[in-house]
């Protein structure tokens, strides 16, 4: 039996593990155990999702929770450390995204010469002062399997200079999580709960420190969405990192916009599907956006998934609050893109890499 560690740690991490871990049960020499770093704690951000995607209760839950940058990544560090010298027997680590839970295992997987495995490997914003970034460069340049989701985070890597033979395109496992719950989100019909019918809503999203800690970009954000509530409702599920920035900048209220809690995956899900439009700054979300054909505007100078935009539905606006507007103008008032989809967005990512898995580490 080889066992291996599958490190979950942050809200975007649930849905990118929850088809590999299913599609594993197919290896019987394989012994996947669940490991939550407890980056994201709450009902909200973290249990919730357990619950909806149907993900295993953790076998161990390391409750780092919030801090500075350093001190998060250090106690994570630290924790998945000690589990390490409790499972010795563990062959491989295996790590999703780039929050700083799948940095921190990496770098602890790979200083004890247990092999690394990276999901979501080579994508690039060629944005260093983001910390995912850094997340990604670091987790990259020490993992054994690279997993990647499109042929353009492949040339990210060979430009790196990294060896072709640990890389696999195997697809998206978060548009494999879409796919199987879409159905289920469609049933539970949360647009009409919130009083919304297709097509007639905005969805806003944004968590970015670049969006969220500057007091005037914030201001000039509400401002913006204020504009454009006079054209089109406005649906906002608040970031807890967002809602105290603007708890403390206390922003003029619109008729026309509605704060929320954050939402579970299927009721996201449900408010994506039937929306006129999203604005973001996730980079999931441009992913999920994509896969269901509806309109992306992504408030960022740039994105690590590219091909949201040649192969999506996704727009970048650049970090301009004032490029709201116009684009929401044009977006409602233009012909609506295409829906494309790029290639092995399938649902079936989960299961290529669990092969890729089963033949590396219990050869076939
Ligand atoms: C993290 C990830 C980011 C990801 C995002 C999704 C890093 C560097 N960033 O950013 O890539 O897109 O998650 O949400 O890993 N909080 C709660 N409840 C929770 C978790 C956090 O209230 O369960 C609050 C904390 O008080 C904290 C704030 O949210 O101050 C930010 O949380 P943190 O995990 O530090 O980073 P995120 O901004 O969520």
Redesign the pocket.
Known sequence: MAELLCVV????NFMKMAPILDALRAYPKLRPLLIHTG????E???RVFFTELGLPTPDRNLEI???T?AR?TARIMEAFDTLLDERKDARLVLVV??????MACALVAVKRNVEVAHVEAGLRSRDRGM??EI?RLVTDAVSNLLFATSADAIDNLRAEGVDPSIIHLVGNPMIDTLRRHLEAARKRNAPAELGYSRGTYAVVTL???SNVDDADGLHRIWNALRTVADRISVFFPV???TR?RMEALGLAAHPNIRLSAPLGYLDFLGVMDQARFLLTD???IQEETTALGVPCLTLRANTERPVTISEGTNRLLGSSPESVVPAVNALLDGPAPAPRCPALWDGKAGERIAAVLSRHLAGG
């Open positions: 740690g942050a809200r975007p980056q994201h704690y709450d909200a951000m973290s929770g919030s801090d940058h998060q995204g780039d929050v700083n839970s799948t910390p995912e997340n968590h970015r420190p970031h807890p990192r105290s996730s980079g999931g």
